[in-house]
């Protein structure tokens, strides 16, 4: 039989019906969550690619980037707590990176909170550079964004 600790961690594209996972891991993530409305304009928005990945079923994290021309810009990721250091963000990150691959973008954009160094380590192991500031770019705690690139 096999145990349910080496099940593997699958991801398939978000729909309706995982919107509620969805806020799940968002809210275990953040301390300043998206609302559950943000996730579900994503699910309309044509530019939007949105994935979640699950174990066994559970929830364990989520990925939002935009196909736009020349560019992919990341929109959010998030991993819960207790599947975090098991290579999922790396699973999600490395589809995104994948994508951008085989569909000719040149480049792959992201903002992150000044403050949240293991996303930005994360980000650099995976090729990401840090480009620019943008001061008070999070309006909930006015906070600057490194805006982070990696071209491809
Ligand atoms: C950032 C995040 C998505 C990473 O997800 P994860 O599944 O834990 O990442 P992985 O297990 O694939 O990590 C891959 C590598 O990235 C690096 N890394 C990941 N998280 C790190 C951290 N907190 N500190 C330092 N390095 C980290 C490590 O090198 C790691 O490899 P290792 O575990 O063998 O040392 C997760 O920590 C998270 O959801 N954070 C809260 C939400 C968030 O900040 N999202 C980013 C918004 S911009």
Redesign the pocket.
């Known amino acids: 039989m096999i145990k349910e600790e080496n099940f593997p961690i699958i991801f398939t594209k978000v729909t309706e019906k995982d919107i509620d996972d969805i806020v799940i891991i968002e809210n275990e ?2 301390q300043y969550p998206w609302k559950r409305e943000t996730f579900e304009s994503e699910l309309t928005n044509t530019f939007s690619r949105f994935f979640i990945a699950r174990k066994n079923k559970d929830p364990a ?1 989520f990925i939002i980037y935009w196909d736009i021309p020349y560019e992919i810009h990341l929109i ?4 819960r707590p207790k ?8 699973m999600l990150l490395g589809e995104m990176i994948n994508y951008a691959e085989m569909n000719s973008k040149q480049l792959i954009t ?1 903002e ?1 909170r000044v403050s ?1 160094k ?2 930005i ?2 980000y650099r ?1 995976f090729g990401f550079r840090e480009v620019y500031i943008r001061e008070k770019y999070y309006v909930d705690n006015d906070e600057d964004a490194i805006v982070m690139e990696r071209y491809i």
């Open positions: 993530s953040f994290g959010n990721i998030a991993v599947y975090r250091r098991m290579g999922t963000g790396a992201l992150v949240n293991g996303a380590t994360f192991k």
